[in-house]
């Protein structure tokens, strides 16, 4: 079965520091990853997606299929960026797509 | 347009009674997840429907809890016999699985606390 390893429940930088939250999975096929984000009193909403390989609000995140990992990066930290992260897996197209999530990340950046 | 919607938002109940919590879906998707969100456990998978069907319930913590789904539409999820460690946010989300990926979309959630 898949799993999605978010091994921070907390990360602290301060505002300007880079930022990476971890994020690793257990799958042997190829997976869909994405990085959902929760800011304050908001909803969970799609942050960004491995496939579309882009840049959303200056974090970006590389599905790595060596090391089995998909972190997300951001060079440098933004008061507004607090929130909770949480990374998940989907199976490819075409069979069952449930959506695995990771425990989440808290990110808190520092002013 | 109009996106995931849940009902009620809060819901304070006492132990041992029976509770009801609705999702309203975007309207065409036809996957639709609950999910439950406590401090410290994360995001917990609860039930997946496709369609009125749900091809996987491995998440319902016990017999307690149940859901339904009429009409490929709006569900409904129903905790029986509340116990204060079902106070958690139970989040809906649906998605459009023919379309080019599985993303989600998430409703406000609805606050249990059982007292």
């Known amino acids: 079965a898949q799993r999605v390893t978010q091994p921070e429940k907390l990360l602290s930088v301060f505002k300007g520091a880079p930022v990476e939250l971890k994020c690793n999975y257990s799958?042997?096929?190829?997976?869909?990853l994405f990085w959902y984000v929760q800011y304050s009193r908001q909803r969970l909403q799609l942050l960004l997606r491995?496939?579309s390989r882009e840049s959303i609000k200056g974090f970006t995140a590389d599905l790595n299929k060596g090391e089995t990992s998909f972190h997300l990066k951001k060079p440098f930290a933004q008061e507004e960026d607090s929130a909770m992260y949480y990374c998940?897996?989907?199976?490819?197209?075409?069979?069952?797509?449930?959506?695995?999530f990771g425990i989440g990340t808290k990110l808190q950046v520092i002013p | 347009g109009a996106g995931v919607s849940q009902s009620p938002s809060n819901k304070v109940t006492e132990k041992g009674k029976d509770v009801e919590l609705r999702c309203d879906p975007i309207?065409?998707?036809?996957?639709l997840y609950w999910y439950r969100q406590s401090l410290g456990q994360g995001l917990e998978f609860l039930i997946y429907?496709?369609?009125?069907?749900?091809?996987?319930k491995s998440g319902l913590p016990s017999d307690r809890f149940s859901a339904e789904r009429t009409g490929g539409s709006v569900s409904t999820l129903t905790i029986q016999r509340t116990q204060q460690e079902d106070s958690a946010v139970y989040l809906c989300?649906?998605?459009?699985?023919?379309?080019?990926?599985?993303?989600?979309?998430f409703g406000p959630g609805t606050r249990l606390t059982v007292l």
């Open positions: 989300a649906s998605s459009n699985p023919g379309g080019k990926d599985n993303e989600q979309f």
């Open positions: 309207s065409g998707h036809t996957a």
């Open positions: 998940a897996l989907t199976l490819p197209p075409g069979g069952y797509q449930k959506v695995t």
């Open positions: 799958y042997s096929g190829s997976p869909e």
């Open positions: 491995h496939i």
């Open positions: 429907f496709q369609g009125n069907s749900a091809p996987d």
